[in-house]
């Protein structure tokens, strides 16, 4: 049974840091491209960052030299550096695994998805 599980999210304010971690199990974790989505009251889910199985990283324009992804395949384990946090960043986070393309920014293209976490950042 696959698993994917973050942690990580939080209450901050305007300018703090934050890392995300997922954890994935029940699959072979470095045949996957792996990504951060992330979801604002409202709105539609959005592709935030990805990482690809050779480690190649892809970012949305808002967060390029805020945010850095990062992969562990040895703990079978996904990061989000998250710096200079704005409240525009206020959303859930969701971890996504990708079996079937090189990286994706389409939500139905992800094979599995964790559960999210929350983070909040204030003015």
């Known amino acids: 049974q696959v698993q994917v599980v973050e942690s990580g999210g939080g209450l901050v304010q305007a300018g703090d840091s934050l890392r995300l971690s997922c954890a994935a199990s029940g699959l072979t974790f470095s045949n996957y491209a792996m990504g951060w989505f992330r979801q604002a009251p409202g709105k539609e889910r959005e592709f935030v960052a990805a990482v690809t199985i050779g480690h190649s990283t892809y970012y949305v324009d808002s967060v390029k030299g805020r945010f850095t992804i990062s992969r562990d395949n040895a703990k079978n384990t996904v990061y989000l550096q998250m710096n200079s946090l704005k409240p525009e960043d206020t959303a859930v986070y969701y971890c996504?695994?990708?079996?079937?393309?090189?990286?994706?920014?389409?939500?139905?293209?992800?094979?599995?998805w964790g559960q999210g976490t929350q983070v909040t950042v204030s003015s």
């Open positions: 996504a695994a990708d079996r079937h393309t090189y990286y994706t920014r389409t939500p139905g293209n992800i094979d599995y």
